[in-house]
Each structure stands twice: as structure tokens, then as C-alpha cells.
Nanobody, 125 residues
Framework: QVQPVEAGGGLVQPGDSLTLSCAAT????????LAWFRQVPGKDREFVAY????????YYGDSVKGRFAASRDRAKNTMYLQMNSLNREDTAVYYC??????????????????WGQGTQVTVSS
């Protein structure tokens, strides 16, 4: 079993950058695939980014492609989400998810079985 914990959320201005982290406080990410999702009140959870812990391969949601980048530090058992050129539409609670999805299902939250508690990102002037 793995327990992911997110950190790094906060209040930033449009155009700013922010880096989120997801650490395994119990267990290890080895052998798993990880993802970032986000959710705003009243809407479904949205796929943001995927990271294959083994080979570092990444995929991104269309709304963040070219602005966000997922990475990992194996020694720290931590995944990161570097977010650049933030805009108000990026305001959401960001969740780290852990599972073993096949490629065709990596964008679906039901493919992941360990979730963090979420961290709030607010983009506002």
C-alpha cells in the first residue's frame, strides 16, 4: 500500500509559476504509475499529467500541455508538478494519484487506487 501526500499549493498571480510535490509517506512508488488530477467545486475531476515512475514517460492533459511538467526524484520517492504561466482556469484542488493503469486508461481517475488529500492552488490577482 502507498500513501501519497501532496504539498506546495498556494495563492499565486496570473503568469506565475508554482511547483507541487507528491511524496510517498508510506510505501514506495516503485512499480507504479502516477498522475495529477485537479478538481473545482461542482465539476468532475480533470486529468492533468501522468508519470511512469519506472521510465519517466509523461503525458499531459490538453489544457496544460506545454505549461506543466511532471518529474520525479527516485531518491526522495517524490513526484513533482512544475506549473508555469498559470491562469485563473488553473485554480483547483490538485490531487496525486497512484495506480497501474494501462496506457488507454491513464486519463481516468478510476484507474488509480491511492489518492492524496489534495492541495489547493489559487490563481488570482
Amino acid at each position: 500500500q502507498v500513501q501519497p501526500v501532496e504539498a506546495g499549493g498556494g495563492l499565486v498571480q496570473p503568469g506565475d509559476s508554482l511547483t507541487l510535490s507528491c511524496a510517498a509517506t508510506a510505501g514506495t512508488f516503485s512499480g507504479y504509475k502516477l498522475a495529477w488530477f485537479r478538481q473545482v467545486p461542482g465539476k468532475d475531476r480533470e486529468f492533468v499529467a501522468y508519470l511512469n515512475w519506472s521510465d519517466g514517460r509523461t503525458y499531459y492533459g490538453d489544457s496544460v500541455k506545454g505549461r506543466f511538467a511532471a518529474s520525479r526524484d527516485r531518491a526522495k520517492n517524490t513526484m513533482y508538478l512544475q506549473m508555469n504561466s498559470l491562469n485563473r482556469e488553473d485554480t483547483a484542488v490538485y490531487y496525486c494519484a497512484v495506480g497501474r493503469p494501462i496506457l488507454s486508461s491513464l486519463r481516468y481517475e478510476t484507474s488509480y487506487y491511492y489518492w492524496g488529500q489534495g492541495t489547493q492552488v489559487t490563481v488570482s490577482s
